[in-house]
């Protein structure tokens, strides 16, 4: 088959483990002819995003990506929003998909590919959405002119054609059907997903970052990743983890440090051997980390990193949001005023062998329900 994957209401950053990295990855492995036609929007080399320039290329997959400008002339800040961008019903056209996936929901061009099923019969036409109320509508112009008015018109027209919206979390579900209106009968839970390796990959992996480390097979690796600010409470797991005096626990943190908690950051940081900060490491890098981990640790904002912690087996300590609750069945804590992460600590120190089928039982979700190949092949088959 031929996939079009178009990243023209989001951003698209080349060589990360998002999932419109990872989702056409296993189409091309798969077999299938696939094109990434994305936005300029990305990662620039200092770690934030910003934009590059409009061309084209073959990415780490071998992959044809085309990024597009936007359109208008209008001041850049508003154009952003907007998403229009030219020329592309040409490109499909000089493509010819069988199936398209529109990654986001916010943005002129999802009419394009509306279009352009609409004419090319038997076309099949996905869009997913990652939208809710964390990430969107967050101010009054926002939420009731941006997404109230002009995404949800477009949809609107958009939707007739739209075989299905796939959902990324419950949060998304809420708001998508309370912001654009769309009805349950048009959606479809489609989570983020992760890398399911076999146990020889994942055995190897543990071992050689366990062995790097100096971490002993008595030793209960907790790791925490990500962008660390107040909103992912880096700073209440350094002070959780250092109220527990367990020799067996390390508390190994990876990432970047924002500035307004780095002085308390590296206070807690020297004042207990156990925790380790390793800095940023590279996507890859980091699911190897997270083979060596007895314990993934969010308290705070959410995050793909959790998705691709359940797929390797990690049990999971994490904050009770809606969108957690399908991650935790037997596999880890949900963090409340109750369960706290002292209490929770406390209990892994006096019972560490929970941990043991915790991980069982983490496998068995990602095979059940996260593993980016089963979902990759689901688009393929249009099975939701």
């Known amino acids: 088959m031929r996939i079009a994957h178009l990243c023209l209401s989001c951003f698209y950053i080349d060589s990360f483990s998002y999932q419109e990295n990872i989702l056409p990855r296993y ?97 099949r036409l996905y869009a997913d959405s990652h939208e809710d109320v964390n990430n969107s509508a967050k101010t009054p112009v926002s939420r009731y002119i941006l997404h109230g008015i002009y995404y949800k018109q477009i949809l609107k027209h958009a939707l007739t054609q739209i075989d299905k919206v796939l959902y990324v979390s419950l949060e998304t579900r809420g708001f998508i059907s309370d912001v654009y209106g769309i009805s349950e009968s048009k959606m479809a839970f489609f989570p983020l997903g992760g890398v ?15 062995s790097h480390l100096k971490i002993t097979d008595n030793e209960l690796l907790i790791l925490q990743a990500g962008k660390f600010n107040k909103r992912k409470k880096v700073l209440e797991s350094m002070a959780s983890f250092s109220s527990v005096k367990d020799e067996k626990l390390r508390l190994v943190l990876i990432g970047s ?10 206070q807690f940081l020297n004042r207990d051997k156990r925790i380790m900060y ?97 979902l990759a092949q689901k688009i393929i088959d249009g099975h939701f």
């Not at 073959?58 to 154009?79: A, C, M, Q, T």
């Not at 440090?257 to 590296?266: G, R, Y």
């Open 27 to 123: 189409h091309k492995n798969a077999g299938h002819e696939v094109i990434i036609i994305a936005s300029t929007e990305t990662y620039l080399p200092n770690g934030k995003l910003g934009y590059t320039a409009p061309g084209e290329y073959i990415n780490e997959d071998g992959i044809r990506v085309v990024r597009v400008k936007y359109r208008g002339i209008l001041p850049f800040s508003i154009i952003k929003k907007l998403r229009i961008h030219p020329g592309i019903y040409r490109l499909l056209q000089s493509f010819s998909p069988d199936i398209i996936l529109f990654h986001g929901l916010c943005g002129w061009e999802i009419l394009t590919a509306a279009r352009y099923k609409k004419n090319h019969q038997p076309v």
């Open 278 to 374: 390793l800095g940023w490491k590279e996507s890859s890098e980091l699911l190897d980390y997270l083979c060596a981990a007895d314990v993934y640790l969010q308290p705070g904002s959410q995050s793909a990193l959790l998705q691709n912690a359940i797929c390797l087996r990690c049990p999971v300590i994490i904050d009770n949001v809606l969108s957690h609750q399908p991650y935790v069945k037997g596999n880890g804590w949900l963090l409340n005023d109750a369960n706290t992460l002292s209490h929770v600590l406390s209990e892994i120190s006096r019972h560490p062998r929970c941990l043991i089928d915790m991980s069982k039982n983490s496998l068995k979700i990602a095979n059940s329900l996260l593993d980016y190949k089963i």
């Open 196 to 210: 399911v390796y076999s146990d020889e990959q994942y055995y190897q992996k543990r071992d050689a970052v366990r």
């Open 257 to 266: 440090v924002s500035e307004e908690i780095e002085n308390t950051f590296f």
